[in-house]
């Protein structure tokens, strides 16, 4: 059986690679395909240093710092990928990967982070957030994002089983595609975070400091808050909005290696998530190290945090909501048991999703080509004497 992976775009290690890392494991073999590839030398053992099939994106002027805004090309991108000689191929889509052309004698599974989100029901966001409400560059955004939602329509048609990453993601896939899925939580290593009981009178959020992840929101609710200490991690192009909203008990620290977020996230009183994200790996992480999280009650946190048990919801992302919720949870902190966080925690763990994914695909094969697989895929190498007399073509 040959197996092609195709991803969306690899030009850095986050959740998406996360989890195209897990599937690498489960199926070391397959070939692997992907709009770019950036990833440097000596970072390219997620995915076991394979060669990458790219297209010819790759090669187009400001490609390595300016790939998304060939997102007008990349639909017909993803078509030029020739995959005829695979039986099996599987999409890292969130957005793009989904849309290669397979024919009636493969299986195409797609492991969906979610439709594309920018083209969907977060469109009006993206095009404020963007400064694209009005003018000549928001027609013309408007009119590329319109002929983007009927290419992703039709490309859904391509898929022959969906995994959604959360039920949050499942209800957006039948919304716009019309499709069911089957739910594989993303794999978060969670031996990689130690239970830390101990916690230290400072909240703490990562996150790239994008508009959607709301830090804004963050340093404007504890800057109201001046007995309360909140630590930022991470950059991004909202960092000197941010700057201008802390005060001085909201540290922004940038860019941080992994093993002082580790150490931070195990010493934090509470972590503090304000995006409504299609899951939210770090919030796992955050409760791996025994730290209750106060998060935004909309979208992947409401599956990975239990109410009032391993953390707090806000109702709205707006600082007086997040204000309350602190205060909430300052009321009864010493009801969040961190051995209780964690063994929450462990529900998404790396092994359980290579098992689940592996299961799933190995039951899709079985569906598609019945019982005896390797008939279907070289019937020239098979004994027809093997093969049981109901299997036998007539």
Known sequence: MRIAIVHDWL???GGAERVLEQMLKVYPQAELYSLYDFIPAGRRGFILNKKVATSFLQRLPFARSRYRDYLPLMPLAIEQFDLSAYDLIISSSAAIAKGVITGPDQLHVC???SPARYAWDLTHQYLTESNLRRGPLSWLARYLLHRLRIWDVRTANGVDEFIAISEHIARRINKVYRRDS???YPPVDIEAFKLHAHKEDFYLTVSRMVPYKKIDLMAEAFSKMPDKKLAIVGDGPDYRKIKRKASPNV????YQPFCTIRDLMQRAR???????EDFGIVVVEAQACGTPVIAYGKGGALETIVANKTGVFFARQDSDSLIQAVGEFEKNRQAFDPYEIRRNARRFSLYRFRS???NFI???LDDRFGRNRA?????ETVDPEAVPLQDVPV
């Open 362 to 364: 190995e039951r899709a």
């Open 356 to 358: 689940e994914f592996k």
């Open 270 to 276: 509470a972590f503090v998530f304000a995006a409504e």
């Open 182 to 184: 089957t739910i594989i």
């Open 111 to 113: 492991m969906c982070y």
């Open 251 to 254: 540290e922004l620290l940038g």
């Open 11 to 13: 030009v850095t290690y």
């Open 375 to 379: 008939a279907a895929f070289h019937p």
